[in-house]
C-alpha cells in the first residue's frame, strides 16, 4: 500500500509541473504578450486538435505503422551485428569505429537522398527510421554482451559449453537490460525518424499533415500535432516498456511493481 501510495504520489510531481506549464502558457495567451498567431492558446490547440481529430488518426496510423516496422528491423539487424562483433573481435576492431562515424552524419541530410533512390513511398521513410535506432540498439547490446563476467564464460567453457550455448544461455540474458536501455532510446527516434522521412514526401502521416498545416500558417494545428506526436511516441515507449515487463519479470517483482 505504501509502495503504490508512493508511486502515485511521484506521478503528481511531472503532472502538477506540466499542469504550471500550461498555466503559464495559457496567461501569457490571455495577456496578448505574444500574438495570436504565432503562440495560439492551449484552448485553441485543444479545438484544432477536436477538430480535425479523424483526420490525425488516419496520419497518426501510418506513422505509427512506420515506426514500428522501422523499429523491428533495427532490433533484429542491430542485436544481430552487435553479437557478430562480440564473436569476432577483428570485425568490432573494424566495424565499430565505422558505426560511431555513421552518427555524425545528421538524418536530415540523408532523408532527400533516400527519397530519390527510392522514390516518395513507404521504403525511404522505413530505411530512415533503421538508420535512426540502429545506433542505439547495436551499441548498448554490443555493451551488454562485452560486460558478461568472464569467469562465468570460462566455467561454460570448462563444461563444455559450445559458443552458441555460452551466446544463448549466458550473454544475451545478461545483456537484455543493456538491449532494453538502448530499445527506449530507439523507440523515441522512431517517430521522430518517421515524422522526419515524412516532411519530404509522401501522402499519409504526421508528418505529410505538419508540412500542409505550416503552409497555411495554422499555428494551433502545428501544436496540435506536435502532441500527437508526443502521445504516439509515448505509445511506442509503453509498448517496450510491457515487452520489457515480460522478459524481465524479477526487476519488477523486486521493485514492487508487480
Excluded at 490547440?45 to 488518426?57: G, N, Q, R, S
Excluded at 527510421?129 to 558478461?148: D, E, M, Q, W, Y
Excluded at 559450445?162 to 538491449?179: D, G, N, Y
Amino acid at each position: 500500500m505504501t509502495k503504490k501510495l508512493q508511486s502515485i504520489t511521484n506521478k503528481l510531481y511531472p503532472l502538477s509541473f506540466l499542469a504550471l506549464l500550461l498555466l503559464l502558457w495559457e496567461m501569457i495567451c490571455k495577456m496578448k504578450l505574444v500574438p495570436a498567431f504565432m503562440l495560439p492558446s492551449p484552448g485553441s490547440v485543444v479545438k484544432a486538435l477536436i477538430t480535425d481529430f479523424p483526420l490525425l488518426m488516419q496520419h497518426s496510423i501510418t506513422t505509427f505503422q512506420e515506426a514500428v516496422i522501422g523499429l523491428f528491423l533495427s532490433v533484429i539487424f542491430g542485436v544481430l551485428i552487435a553479437v557478430i562483433m562480440d564473436r569476432f573481435s577483428i570485425l568490432y576492431k573494424a566495424v565499430h569505429p565505422v558505426i560511431i562515424l555513421t552518427q555524425t552524419i545528421p538524418t536530415i541530410a540523408i532523408a532527400p537522398l533516400l527519397v530519390l533512390w527510392m522514390g516518395f513511398g513507404i521504403a525511404p521513410k522505413i530505411t530512415l527510421i533503421f538508420i535512426t535506432c540502429f545506433f542505439p540498439i547495436v551499441i548498448n547490446t554490443l555493451s551488454g554482451l562485452r560486460a558478461v563476467d568472464p569467469d562465468l564464460i570460462r566455467l561454460m567453457e570448462s563444461m563444455g559449453a559450445s559458443p552458441l550455448q555460452i551466446l544463448l544461455r549466458v550473454k544475451l540474458k545478461s545483456a537484455r537490460e543493456s538491449f532494453f536501455a538502448g530499445l527506449r532510446v530507439a523507440a523515441t527516434y522512431a517517430v521522430v525518424g518517421a515524422v522526419i522521412s515524412e516532411w519530404l514526401g509522401g501522402m499519409q502521416g504526421l508528418g505529410v499533415y505538419m508540412t500542409r498545416v505550416r503552409k497555411s500558417y495554422a499555428f494551433d494545428k502545428m501544436f496540435a500535432v506536435i502532441f500527437l506526436i508526443s502521445i504516439v511516441s509515448l505509445i511506442v515507449m509503453k509498448l517496450v516498456d510491457i515487452i520489457e515487463k515480460k522478459s524481465m519479470p524479477w526487476k519488477y517483482l523486486n521493485k514492487g511493481e508487480e
